[in-house]
Nanobody, 132 residues
Framework: QVQLVESGGGSVQPGGSLRLSCAASGYASGRACMGWFRQAPGKEREGVAAIATIATPPVTHYTYYTDSVKGRFTISRDNAKNTLDLQMHNLKPEDTATYYC????????????????????WGQGTQVTVSS
């Protein structure tokens, strides 16, 4: 059974930090490309961060970010634990959204897409609210 389960959402004040985690199981684990997406009310779902992993030693990760989160968010992956994390710093009110973990079709050996078009599996989502 393919499954992605997110955790770590919550409410923070502007400038605060949160760490989201996604546990992958079944066919979802071990996929080369994964990412975090978000959807705010009334807006389309957008890619936030993506990672492409070359699993043969030495394990190598290639990361991609949408411009609005560069320098503030970090995506990371632990293949041994089958987890995908998103560390978020300096959060802004415009980061408020439901965040989704996803597996994606890779665009190439080192290229993970930020477009939802290529997503094959979605998690159930976790809410992040940034407000004073």
């Amino acid at each position: 059974q393919v499954q992605l389960v997110e955790s770590g959402g919550g409410s923070v004040q502007p400038g605060g930090s949160l760490r989201l985690s996604c546990a992958a199981s079944g066919y979802a684990s071990g996929r080369a490309c994964m990412g975090w997406f978000r959807q705010a009310p009334g807006k389309e779902r957008e890619g936030v961060a993506a990672i492409a992993t070359i699993a043969t030693p030495p394990v190598t990760h290639y990361t991609y970010y949408t411009d609005s989160v560069k320098g503030r968010f970090t995506i990371s992956r632990d293949n041994a634990k089958n987890t995908l994390d998103l560390q978020m710093h300096n959060l802004k009110p415009e980061d408020t959204a439901t965040y989704y973990c996803a597996t994606s079709q890779c665009l190439g050996p080192t290229r993970a897409p930020l477009s939802a078009t290529y997503v094959s599996t979605w998690g159930q989502g976790t809410q992040v609210t940034v407000s004073s």
